[in-house]
């Protein structure tokens, strides 16, 4: 099954309405997601993979948004924390850097949703491909990843 396949797999068992956006370039950024869509860049959902003290955790955030570190090394309960190498981020989420979906990950992880992603309707996170993206409310968001909503702009 692809990474794409298997993102829609899972996200049927949600909602079946929900389906990926497919486009015929690479979106390797929040920036270009959102010129592709002509949205604002944040409501671009960025999924990053940070390890501390050997644990992993999947921080997903507004486009916008700078993860702040001592939020990051707060949530995993653990040292200084360092993103992901795109080797860990591959063995650990089974996505490629830069189309890392918040759900239907190889290995269970905790995942932490930014909460001025609630500001939009709609945010888009990756679908698995550097070519999709998925359109889905924050409450959603929330519900697939089974994810702890938290402020990553503030050490709080």
């Known amino acids: 099954m692809s990474p794409l396949e298997r993102v829609q797999h899972y996200v049927n068992q949600y909602d079946p309405t929900i ?4 486009f015929e370039e ?4 929040s920036e270009e997601a959102a010129q592709a869509l002509g949205v604002d860049i944040g409501q671009i959902a960025k999924s990053i993979l940070f390890r501390s003290s050997g644990r992993y955790g999947l921080f997903v955030a507004a486009g916008d948004v700078r993860i702040h570190a001592k939020r990051v090394k707060q ?12 080797e860990e981020v591959i063995e650990v989420t089974g996505f490629q850097v830069g189309a890392v979906c918040p759900f239907a990950l190889r290995q269970e992880v905790p995942v932490f949703v930014d909460s001025s992603l609630e500001r939009f309707p709609v945010v888009y996170t990756a ?3 550097a070519e999709s993206l998925l359109p889905v409310t924050f409450q959603a968001l929330v519900a697939m990843t089974g994810a702890q909503v938290v402020d990553m702009q503030t050490a709080e």
């Open 75 to 86: 949530c995993l309960e653990g040292g200084q924390p360092k993103m992901a190498s795109p």
């Open 19 to 22: 389906k990926a956006m497919l």
């Open 127 to 129: 679908a698995g491909i």
């Open 26 to 29: 690479k979106l390797q950024t």
